[in-house]
T-cell receptor, first 114, second 114 residues
Framework: DAGITQSPRHKVTETGTPVTLRCHQTENHRYMYWYRQDPGHGLRLIHYSYGVKDTDKGEVSDGYSVSRSKTEDFLLTLESATSSQTSVYFC?????????????FGPGTRLTVT | AQSVTQLDSQVPVFEEAPVELRCNYSSSVSVYLFWYVQYPNQGLQLLLKYLSGSTLVESINGFEAEFNKSQTSFHLRKPSVHISDTAEYFCAVGLSGSARQLTFGSGTQLTVLP
């Protein structure tokens, strides 16, 4: 299994509070991604990173920010959580030089915003 | 931009029966195609992929998918399913030549009944 961990694995928070999710990899892969998974929508890309301090928006980036100060860590921040951000969040990594298009996923973080 | 449609959200099938999970994509440029599988409470894992060459690709556990360019489809098949194949299956598309980003379908829940 690819060395990807996500923390926390479960979190319940209140509307309006800031939340930060962490993705940590030990594979030294260049690309890292944050997705959210919701019933009926599959996985939707929030943000991705193609190197330290290099990030870009995905399909559903509103209300989210990211940071990558080290190769191994990719943080997702909800500045002011809303109930619509209740979801399961997955981090993924890839290294285009090896498996084309192949992404390795973390175990997910289940976030509930009350 | 590319998009992916998985026509069936739920597919129940009896053990040892054949199954087909349908996937259609839309793109104005050449694409790579993928099937990922998600077992309960886990992240996604790559099942198989089409990059180029033979239009029929196989996985190590008996699944196969055929790329049909004229019908813009990449259906997943297995001639005889097992209880352990119960999972959610996601079709994904990435741009040929890079595939740094993948667009996922909404998923098909395959339930194998005894």
């Amino acid at each position: 299994d690819a060395g990807i961990t996500q923390s926390p694995r479960h979190k319940v928070t209140e509307t309006g509070t800031p939340v930060t999710l962490r993705c940590h990899q030990t594979e030294n892969h260049r690309y890292m991604y944050w997705y959210r998974q919701d019933p009926g929508h599959g996985l939707r890309l929030i943000h991705y990173s193609y190197g330290v301090k290099d990030t870009d928006k995905g399909e559903v980036s509103d209300g989210y920010s990211v940071s990558r100060s080290k190769t191994e860590d990719f943080l997702l921040t909800l500045e002011s959580a809303t109930s619509s951000q209740t979801s399961v969040y997955f981090c993924a990594i890839s290294e285009p030089g090896t498996g084309v298009g192949e992404q390795y996923f973390g175990p997910g973080t289940r976030l509930t915003v009350t | 931009a590319q998009s992916v449609t998985q026509l069936d959200s739920q597919v129940p099938v009896f053990e040892e029966a054949p199954v087909e999970l349908r996937c259609n994509y839309s793109s104005s440029v050449s694409v790579y195609l993928f099937w990922y599988v998600q077992y309960p409470n886990q992240g996604l894992q790559l099942l198989l992929k089409y990059l180029s060459g033979s239009t029929l690709v196989e996985s190590i556990n008996g699944f196969e998918a055929e790329f049909n360019k004229s019908q813009t489809s990449f259906h997943l098949r297995k001639p005889s399913v097992h209880i352990s194949d119960t999972a959610e299956y996601f079709c994904a598309v990435g741009l040929s030549g890079s595939a740094r980003q993948l667009t996922f379908g909404s998923g098909t829940q395959l339930t194998v009944l005894p």
